[in-house]
């Protein structure tokens, strides 16, 4: 199952709007508080399809039923990009439990671009509900990395993933080696191409680098 939210005219486009803007980009504190305002955006939408339960609240003048979220939620971001669409997701799941994965691109010259996973820190994940969130999907494999590495630490009931902006070869990768999962695709925009270093054309850039800075690629 894959969700476009970009698709339906709302607010939501507008933070998408200026998550892409060149002259916006420029200043990163805004950069990072509109990936945060998309992933509280998401986790709204996504909250709508979890399992609820019914129960009795004490008000100061009586009781009252509310239909509350039944199933543990667990919040899984690739570091260092998917931090603040993370806080955002954090914003809303206030309770959930968290989990980081560090996995980078690495660039060999001559050679293709790969997925290098380091390491995982999260909770156990049986019979949870994960919400895996990275801004960009690209390619699909560092999501798919971050998938695997989930694995190891339980067995989810099922897995949201969430992109900010994902590329027609991202979003159908996902599909092809996910499709048969427990797995739900949360996209705000899909874009046509790729370029030959892997970025989403026309995409927003480097997300890790527009809100933390430029690095040192790994080598």
Known sequence: MVHIIGENNSLFNNYIAEIRDVEIQKDPLRFRRNLERVGEIMAYEISKHLDY???DVQTPLGNTPVSIIDKNVVLATILRAGLPLHQGLLNAFDRAENCFISAYRKHNEGEDICIEFEYIASPSL?????????????TGSS??????????KGTPKHVHIVSVVGSKEGVEYIKKHLGEENVTLWVGAVDPELNSQSYIVPGLGDAGDLAFGPKIDSK
Do not use: Q, R, T, W
Request: no cysteine; aromatic share 4%; charged share 30%.
């Open 143 to 152: 999501m798919e990395v971050g998938y695997k590495a989930l694995l190891e």
């Open 126 to 138: 049986d019979d949870k509900i994960v919400i895996l969130s990275d801004p960009i999907l690209a």
């Open 53 to 55: 339960s019914e129960v």
